[in-house]
């Protein structure tokens, strides 16, 4: 017979393991998420990117819907995929 102390940790255990559980994003959100690099083209053409970063939500759509900006002759603008 387990001693009512262990009842009672065990009981907190498993709401906590519960809460945390009810916290993990749902499937759905994972598929709004994608991979994006800052490609920079200089007056030359040369072309160097960034690291590409993992971006969710409103920072991916922000990225995807974001223009070319051209600043002397050099050209950056966001590749997601």
């Not at 001693?3 to 559980?21: E, F, G």
């Not at 922000?62 to 603008?77: D, F, I, K, L």
Request: hydrophobic share 40%.
């Amino acid at each position: 017979m387990m001693h009512p102390i262990m009842k009672k940790k065990r009981l907190l255990q498993a709401v906590v393991l519960l809460l945390l559980l009810a916290m993990l994003p749902a499937c759905d959100l994972l598929e709004d998420c994608g991979t994006c690099e800052l490609v920079t083209i200089d007056a030359e053409g040369n072309s160097s990117s960034s690291t590409p970063m993992l971006f969710c939500g409103d920072q991916l759509q922000e990225r995807q819907n974001s223009s070319p900006v051209t600043v002397a002759g050099v050209t950056t603008y966001w590749e997601c995929y």
